[in-house]
């Protein structure tokens, strides 16, 4: 059953869909008892300003004077994410020491008024606390918005799966606890979704468990497939936080990089200034769909003004012609720069794989796949310039796609053809796999548009049962009435059964 007992935080919660002008928090200077003054200090805060920052001190701090008391110091006040990030850095290692003689706790939350239950009731992550961290609709997003990696257990309590997981979960959630990161750096959580189906509805939670990996508050496309074991889940949150930025000693060393990936190309000053930061947390939640490098110092000095780091993207040469593009915002914004890395490495056509095709599937759009000989790079640099050029006010409708013709060779027999017809491309929707007349007839203009036109209308359905539509050319006044071939590619789709153990294979 569904808890439909609302807290006061999750009543001030609905409030935020009232926002016009922008984030509002509750704001309040460092003074004694100044609960009350919290709770109804409302503020708009400015257009750059997009997180509620708390600071919670005991002590006689931030002012020693004569004959000063220990008591609650509270600041809460409109701040930025890297500001956010700073602030708990420099203070979360001191929160540990609550119920000692001194402590601060410093915590950063995105939605209207979110920073309201944080006075209330000073509900702060002990890392003494064992197992996994319940998350409730009044906590998640402070959680998220306060660590850089958050692995969620969503799991139903009648379910026996969710039941045999748990322990091993929180001992899991023990282990990475034990294994000292950085305060913010991780926090493996848990969510019962009969009691918070708000929560699971937000992230399509479907079936029990299902394990979610968050980098930056920012969900990852793919759920956890890997072994549920205290092991395995401990090097997992070990792999995720190593750095995924490859450093460079010289700028000779980027005239070797991949040319049949894309990358990203940091010149900095030195590691620990804060656009550094930034693009590590970038690349992190990006790392699986470009390249991350960064040079500092003398590596990188010919390439930037002094105290001026800048970031480039360089495309794939192998298959593009585009040219080195420079980041032109703010390099300490990580909202900003991760719209322009995610713009530049998820490309308008994209390639599909094994690896990645349950992701694809799971977006729902029907894919336009050329399908090609992986020694064939000539027909995949025409497909996407054609794709760029025609067809870019399409992308919200299909996903533009190529594919290694020899690993799918499946495909192609349902499409009655073989390696040797290569390359061709087809419309998979799903239900059926559509053939495109003819590979030549690509470079035609308007010709993929109307292909995928007649998918939109549903002719390419109708006339693969019924034939050509009344009033076109017919070279047979007989209808032949037929089936198109299956589509192959939704097999590849997540299971709706438990754990993903049923799928078909290709």
Known sequence: MFNYCLSIVSLIALFSFARVFGLECYVCENQEDNNEKCVKTIKTCEYNQDVCLTEIKWGSTPYWSQGAKKQYYVSKRCSNKTECA??????MPLCTHIWYQDWVC????????????????????????????????????????????VFINFYAEWCRFSNMLMPIFDDAADEVTKAGYDSGKVVMGKVDCDKEGAIATRFHITKYPTLKL???????????????????????????????????????????????????????????????????????????????????????????PPGQPIVVFRADRKTSTEPDETFKGSLTNFDELYAWVQEKCIPLVREITFENAEELTEEGLPFLILFHHPSDTESVKKYKEIITRDLVGEKQNVNFLTADGVRFEHPLHHLGKSISDLP????????????????KDMEKPGRLYQFLQDLYSGKLHR?????????????????????????????????KNRYTLLRDEL
């Open 86 to 91: 700073t602030t708990r850095h420099h203070y």
């Open 106 to 149: 410093s915590d950063c939350c995105q939605g209207d008024r979110c920073n309201y239950y944080i006075i209330l009731c000073h509900s702060f992550y002990n890392p003494t606390d064992s197992g996994a961290v319940s998350i409730t609709q009044n906590n998640l997003d402070m959680v998220l918005a306060s660590n850089e990696i």
């Open 214 to 304: 968050f980098r930056n508050g920012i969900p990852a496309k793919k759920e956890y497939r890997g072994q549920r074991s205290v092991e395995a889940f401990s090097e997992f949150i070990k792999k995720q936080l190593t750095d995924p930025i490859k450093n460079f000693g010289s700028l000779k060393e980027l005239h070797d990089l991949s040319e049949d990936k894309r990358h990203i190309i940091g010149y900095m000053d030195r590691r620990d200034q804060p656009e550094y930061e930034v693009l590590r947390k970038v690349a992190a939640s990006l790392k699986d769909e470009c390249q991350f490098h960064a040079g500092f110092g003398d590596a990188s000095q010919q390439m930037h």
């Open 424 to 439: 061709l491309i087809a419309i998979d929707s799903f239900r059926h796999m559509y053939l495109f007349p003819s590979y």
């Open 463 to 495: 006339e693969f049962h019924y034939g050509p539509d009344p009033g076109q050319p017919q070279l047979d006044t007989d209808v032949k009435v037929t089936t198109p071939p299956e589509s192959t590619f939704k097999k590849l789709a997540p299971s």
